[in-house]
C-alpha cells in the first residue's frame, strides 16, 4: 500500500510466454520505482531472459532496501543493463523504462531505453506529456552511461501506456 498513489496494472501475453514484464520496488521509505520491460523475441527463450532480469531486480531491490540505499532509475537500469547483456548477448536485448517516484515531493525521476514512450497525465488537465530521452538498448557495460531526466510531481498522475 503506497499512501496518496493508487495502482493499477493489466498484463496479456501474446502467446503463453513472453519476455514482457512488468515491476514495482516498493520497499523504500520514501521512494517507489516502477519497471517496464520487454524482451526481444517470444516464446520461452524471451522469458528465460526476462525471468533472469525480474530475479536480479528483485535482488537488487531486496539488497538495497536492507542498506536503505535508494537509487537512481540511471543505476537500477545500468545493473539490469548488465544481466540483460550477460545472459543473452548478442541474441537477446531488452527494453526497458525505469521510474523512481519521491513520495515526498512526487517528483518522478526516469531512464528509458528504447523503451515505448509512456505518458505522464497531467490530472488537472489531461493532458498527455511524453516521457522521452534516447538512451541506447541493451549495449556493452563498459561503454553506456545511461541517462535520467526528473519532473516535478504536482499532481500528477503516471500512466505508462503501449500504443
Known amino acids: 500500500m503506497i499512501p496518496n498513489v493508487a495502482l493499477a496494472a493489466f498484463y496479456r501475453s501474446a502467446s503463453e510466454t513472453g519476455g514482457d514484464w512488468y515491476g514495482i520496488f516498493d520497499k523504500f521509505k520514501d521512494h517507489v520505482?516502477?519497471?517496464i520491460g520487454d524482451a526481444t523475441g517470444h516464446?520461452?527463450?524471451?522469458?528465460?531472459?526476462?525471468?533472469?532480469?525480474?530475479?536480479?531486480?528483485?535482488?537488487?531491490?531486496e539488497l538495497?532496501?536492507?542498506?536503505?540505499?535508494?537509487?537512481?532509475?540511471?543505476?537500477?537500469?545500468?545493473?539490469?543493463?548488465?544481466?540483460?547483456?550477460?545472459?543473452?548477448?548478442?541474441?537477446?536485448?531488452?527494453?526497458?523504462?525505469?521510474?523512481?517516484?519521491?513520495?515526498?515531493?512526487?517528483?518522478?525521476?526516469?531512464?528509458?531505453?528504447?523503451?515505448?514512450?509512456?505518458?505522464?497525465?497531467?490530472?488537472?488537465?489531461?493532458?498527455?506529456?511524453?516521457?522521452?530521452n534516447k538512451n541506447p538498448v541493451s549495449v556493452q557495460p563498459s561503454v553506456i552511461s545511461f541517462q535520467e531526466f526528473s519532473r516535478p510531481g504536482s499532481q500528477t498522475i503516471f500512466s505508462a501506456i503501449e500504443l
Open 33 to 35: 520505482f516502477f519497471l
Open 64 to 132: 538495497w532496501s536492507r542498506t536503505e540505499h535508494v537509487s537512481s532509475p540511471a543505476e537500477v537500469m545500468t545493473y539490469l543493463n548488465k544481466s540483460v547483456y550477460d545472459s543473452g548477448h548478442p541474441h537477446f536485448m531488452m527494453t526497458f523504462f525505469i521510474l523512481s517516484l519521491n513520495l515526498n515531493t512526487l517528483t518522478i525521476t526516469y531512464s528509458n531505453a528504447g523503451h515505448n514512450f509512456p505518458f505522464l497525465i497531467r490530472s488537472s488537465s489531461e493532458e498527455l506529456v511524453p516521457l522521452l
Open 43 to 61: 516464446g520461452a527463450p524471451a522469458a528465460l531472459v526476462t525471468a533472469g532480469v525480474c530475479a536480479s531486480s528483485r535482488m537488487l531491490e
